[in-house]
């Protein structure tokens, strides 16, 4: 495979379900990853929230390599210690208490199918309906797809299953569309596919009291920042609130394939034998490695570092003094650098160009998810190398170079 021939491979043999592949890569360590020609890039992605402890973290080789060589996988007719293991290690850092309870898929798309059937076993008969936010995003299979608000993803494969509506995320909005026909409210903490846009404040504390005073679930969707993102194990937690249930995946597994939706309360009591399953979902391979990554994150204080480090970040942006630059959202390593012109595709291409790795949420906004290892050394480097991206646009821009979001990302 030369240089330029893999691009022809995945032409040819993938399905163009995506853009163009960016790169290829074929080893990564902590932070960093190199391509098939050699070159070293700083990965400020983190597979999209995944990596949480980087690439090829000892921690994970180790709990991949061992549990691989002892037992992977016997099927949900049967418990393994791993499983059991992790199920415990996800309510204690949730908080379910006693009553909590795991389901275990194999991705967040997954966690969020269960959590809709939850949905659907409270609401029986009596609460057809369900709400979620405009532009939210929850996945691309055809239950989490009607969760979704982003009605170009739905228009090719409409109709959508029934019964979601979609509000803004206001307390206002909520308040008018609630009422005691409604079964479940799902709420993402953070959007990050619409550009890591946080909710107002007070929003998730309003929210509980209002789905609790109508009788509803208030299920939040943790994929993008569970497993200490936002510097808290889940962003709902800096809320002060209890939910009915989370769903979590992405950095839970930090590379390896697993997501769960965590119950609580009486919520926890909805599903009974038949109402779901997944073959893969909560084997021993998949659990162990889970367990171990969201230990090595615990050991290492990584919560609290992703905290001091986002706000590391946030300085370091604005450090950079950029006239492309608007300003940071997110919490935590989840950060948004909103752009004051249409142009993130241009940038993240800058980047990469630059050998850094970010990614477009969209065109106005970078996204940087890094791992939550990252100290200062990768802070530094990464600041040099965002400014230079930025310079580089800019240059475009004072050129009077087309920065369509069509021209610029080609």
């Known amino acids: 495979m030369t240089a330029d021939s893999w691009k022809d491979d995945a032409q040819r043999d993938l399905v163009r379900n995506v853009g163009e592949r960016a790169a290829l890569f074929v080893r990564g360590e902590g932070a960093a990853l190199w391509d098939a020609e050699g070159r070293r890039y700083l990965d400020f992605l983190a597979g999209i929230a995944v990596n949480s402890i980087g690439h090829a973290h000892p921690t994970f080789v180790e709990a991949v390599s061992r549990q691989a060589a002892t037992l992977a996988h016997v099927s949900n007719f049967f418990a393994t210690p791993s499983q059991l293991e992790l199920a415990a290690r996800l309510k204690r850092l949730a908080g379910t208490g006693p009553d909590g309870r795991v389901y275990f898929g194999n991705s967040g798309a997954e966690a969020n199918e269960a959590a809709f059937k939850l949905a659907r076993l409270h609401g029986g008969a009596d609460r057809p309906r369900i709400?979620?936010?405009?532009?939210?995003?929850?996945?691309?299979?055809?239950?989490?797809?009607?969760?979704?608000?982003?009605?170009?993803?739905?228009?090719?494969?409409?109709?959508?299953?029934?019964?979601?509506e979609f509000i803004d995320s206001t307390v206002e909005a909520l308040e008018q569309a609630m009422d005691d026909r409604v079964a479940a409210l799902f709420v993402e903490p953070i959007k990050g596919e619409a550009g890591v846009v946080e909710l107002p404040e007070g929003f998730l504390r309003a929210a509980r009291e209002i789905t609790a005073r109508h009788g509803a679930l208030l299920i939040v969707d943790e994929i993008q920042?569970?497993?200490?993102?936002?510097?808290?194990?889940?962003?709902?937690?800096?809320?002060?609130?209890?939910?009915?249930?989370?769903?979590?995946?992405?950095?839970?597994?930090?590379?390896?394939?697993?997501?769960?939706?965590?119950?609580?309360?009486?919520?926890?009591?909805?599903?009974?034998?038949?109402?779901?399953?997944?073959?893969?979902?909560?084997?021993?391979?998949?659990?162990?490695?889970?367990?171990?990554?969201?230990?090595?994150?615990?050991?290492?204080?990584?919560?609290?570092?992703?905290?001091?480090?986002?706000?590391?970040?946030?300085?370091?942006?604005?450090?950079?003094?950029?006239?492309?630059?608007?300003?940071?959202?997110?919490?935590?390593?989840?950060?948004?650098?909103?752009?004051?012109?249409?142009?993130?595709?241009?940038?993240?291409?800058?980047?990469?160009?630059?050998?850094?790795?970010?990614?477009?949420?969209?065109?106005?906004?970078?996204?940087?998810?890094?791992?939550?290892?990252?100290?200062?050394?990768?802070?530094?480097?990464?600041?040099?190398?965002?400014?230079?991206?930025?310079?580089?646009?800019?240059?475009?821009?004072?050129?009077?170079?087309?920065?369509t979001p069509e021209e610029a990302s080609a």
């Open 131 to 164: 709400l979620a936010f405009k532009d939210a995003f929850h996945g691309r299979t055809m239950g989490t797809l009607a969760l979704t608000g982003k009605p170009y993803m739905q228009e090719p494969f409409l109709p959508m299953v029934p019964g979601v």
């Open 225 to 403: 920042t569970g497993a200490g993102r936002t510097g808290a194990w889940f962003a709902f937690q800096h809320a002060g609130i209890t939910p009915d249930a989370i769903t979590v995946a992405k950095g839970i597994g930090g590379g390896f394939p697993i997501g769960a939706l965590i119950t609580f309360g009486a919520a926890s009591e909805l599903f009974y034998p038949g109402t779901h399953g997944s073959t893969f979902g909560g084997n021993a391979l998949g659990t162990a490695v889970a367990s171990a990554v969201l230990g090595e994150i615990e050991s290492a204080d990584l919560v609290a570092n992703a905290a001091v480090r986002g706000q590391q970040i946030r300085e370091a942006v604005a450090a950079i003094g950029s006239p492309l630059v608007d300003g940071c959202r997110g919490q935590g390593l989840l950060i948004g650098i909103a752009l004051r012109h249409p142009v993130a595709g241009a940038v993240v291409a800058a980047a990469q160009e630059h050998g850094l790795i970010v990614n477009a949420a969209n065109d106005s906004t970078v996204r940087l998810a890094p791992p939550l290892t990252i100290g200062d050394v990768e802070i530094d480097e990464f600041a040099d190398l965002f400014a230079r991206a930025l310079s580089t646009v800019e240059q475009a821009l004072l050129l009077d170079v087309p920065t």
